[in-house]
């Protein structure tokens, strides 16, 4: 199994459809990436299109984990606008294709999020995970700790809200 991750500048048609069936995928395994199933590749679509358009501006870099060639996964680094937070970014939509899970490629797609990072001069990273899916322990292994926890705030349905824990992990 040869293992990729690197960063791409420009999403043609043929990435976005398999970034689009990624997403949906994922979602509707209930994976954590911003969406409660079911979804559709139609209600994906327009998120979807904004992370593109931002990655087009250089706003937002994107990581694409490659399996023998094919799409796997893939994740964001949002980057600050702020002059004052050039070194921090912000980590979003981490995922592998559900049938590829469990298998040690979220830790090679974060590995390479993580060179790509200190490649543009990143230090520091942050994220936020759900409360109530464990993936903080995902996170813990490839060096990342809680600073703190915004309570209930994510509504995964009525009566089900989350709390948000936000991580950090020096590059
Ligand atoms: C989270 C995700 C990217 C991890 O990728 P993966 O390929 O399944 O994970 P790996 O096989 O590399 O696991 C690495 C380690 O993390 C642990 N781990 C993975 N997912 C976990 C979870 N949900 N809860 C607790 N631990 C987890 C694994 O047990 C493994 O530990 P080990 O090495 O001691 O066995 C993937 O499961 C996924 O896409 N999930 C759905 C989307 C999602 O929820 N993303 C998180 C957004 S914050």
Wanted: charged share 25%; glycine share 12%.
């Amino acid at each position: 199994m040869h293992t990729e991750v690197g960063p791409v500048d420009t999403v043609d048609d043929e990435l976005r459809a398999q970034l689009l069936a990624c997403w949906a995928d994922v979602s509707n395994a209930g994976g954590s990436v911003g969406f409660v199933p079911p979804v559709t590749e139609e209600g994906v679509a327009p998120y979807l299109d904004a992370v593109i358009e931002r990655v087009h501006r250089g706003r937002e870099l994107l990581a694409v984990l490659r399996v023998d060639g094919r799409l796997a996964g893939f994740a964001v680094l949002s980057l600050s606008v702020s002059p004052l937070r050039r070194h921090w970014a912000t980590v979003l939509r981490v995922q592998v294709r559900p049938e590829l899970q469990g298998r040690g490629l979220g830790r090679v797609l974060m590995t390479g999020l993580h060179d790509i990072a200190r490649t543009r001069g990143l230090e520091f990273l942050h994220l936020t995970v759900r409360g109530g899916t464990g993936l903080e322990a995902f996170y813990a292994d490839i060096g990342y700790r809680e600073f703190g926890r915004m309570p209930g705030a994510i509504r995964v349905a009525p009566g089900d809200d989350r709390d948000e824990l936000h991580l950090t992990c020096r590059l």
